[in-house]
């Protein structure tokens, strides 16, 4: 049986997306049917394209042109300056594709990197990032996100705060949240029945008995412990600095973190390019690039599309799975 098509997102026009877009149809044209959601006029122009009437029809378009599912703009493009008029544009494309996704129209979802000023200063975007607005038109209170690559899978349990404010952040709940949300993503959409789960000490050696912080011995193992007898196979907390190396990595399946650079910092060393960033905890699959909009090569023709064409085949994955 095979599925539907994947819808992959704008995202900010000024930025490298579009560019992206067009040379991810060119190394996937034969391989998985994907359609972009933009204006039309916003195209580099560097590949065919083909207006699409609806997503049923990708895969015909997909071997000779990129197939565009069109959403007007207030304003041209402009490579590397971000216009304010075009933000609402951004913000619909996204719920577009997440009514398509709702729908069973489309098998997952692949965004393209936004500018989050460019769309408070145009819209008043309330939320902080793609991940929170996604969760908010799913109406989902709670998701996770995880970096992941063909090497490791990672996820921060507390994301983008202070350093300071990461003691205070990371709660009981909020890690048991997120270790539930992780196993039952990967079981879902990985198709890892039984997850092995690693759990990172916020301190370092995981606070060595007390010696150097007591928020792995009072707040995460308990969580750990609790969790372990209904099943989960945990291990932790353990000391990051020995978390990462291949033996250790190839003893679990995802690395929970405590804080952000904690996980990021591993991943984007081991495979920079590779690293796709997926949303866990949504109804519907969505993976994105792990970049920005990369505004200071806009328009030169440098953008890497490694990342997401890495995000296009994981989605691709994901869905057959779930």
């Not at 304003?75 to 971000?82: K, L, S, V």
């Not at 679990?252 to 910092?265: K, R």
């Amino acid at each position: 049986m095979s599925l539907p098509p994947l819808a992959l997102t704008c995202g900010e026009p000024a930025g490298v997306g579009l560019e992206i877009a067009e040379m991810a149809w060119s190394k996937l044209k034969n391989e998985l049917p994907f359609f972009l959601i933009a204006d039309p006029l916003h195209l580099p122009g560097t590949v065919p394209y083909q207006l699409l009437q609806c997503p049923g029809d990708t895969s015909k378009i997909m071997p000779t042109a990129l197939p565009v599912l069109p959403h007007p703009f207030a304003a041209d493009r402009t490579p590397g300056t971000a216009q304010t008029e075009n933000a609402g544009g951004v913000i619909d494309v996204i719920a577009q594709a997440v009514d398509l996704a709702l729908s069973g129209e489309v098998a997952a979802i692949c965004t393209l990197p936004i500018h989050k000023k460019a769309l408070k200063d145009g819209a008043n975007f309330p939320h902080p990032g793609h991940t929170e607005y996604l969760a908010d038109l799913a109406g989902v209170g709670n998701v996770v996100m995880m970096l992941a690559s063909d090497y490791l899978r990672v996820v921060p349990t507390t994301i983008h705060i202070p350093l300071s404010e990461v003691p205070t952040a990371l709660t009981p709940d909020l890690l048991e949240n997120t270790v539930r949300i992780t196993a039952k993503g990967l079981q879902d959409q990985f198709g890892i029945a039984a997850p092995r789960i690693a759990v990172a000490g916020l301190n370092p050696h995981a606070g060595e008995g007390g010696a150097m912080g007591h928020e792995d011995t009072n707040i995460i193992s308990p969580v750990l412990s609790k969790l372990r007898s209904e099943g989960f196979d945990l291990s932790g907390p353990l000391s990051a600095d020995t978390m990462f190396h291949p033996a250790a990595r190839a003893k679990y399946d995802v690395a929970i973190c405590a804080y952000h650079d904690q996980a990021l910092i591993p991943i984007k060393t081991i495979d920079f390019d590779g690293g796709v960033n997926v949303t866990l905890g949504l109804p519907f699959i969505r993976t994105s690039p792990d970049h920005g909009t990369a505004f200071d090569i806009a328009g030169t023709g440098k953008a890497n599309p490694a990342s997401t064409i890495a995000a296009l085949r994981m989605a691709a994955r994901m869905a057959q799975n779930a």
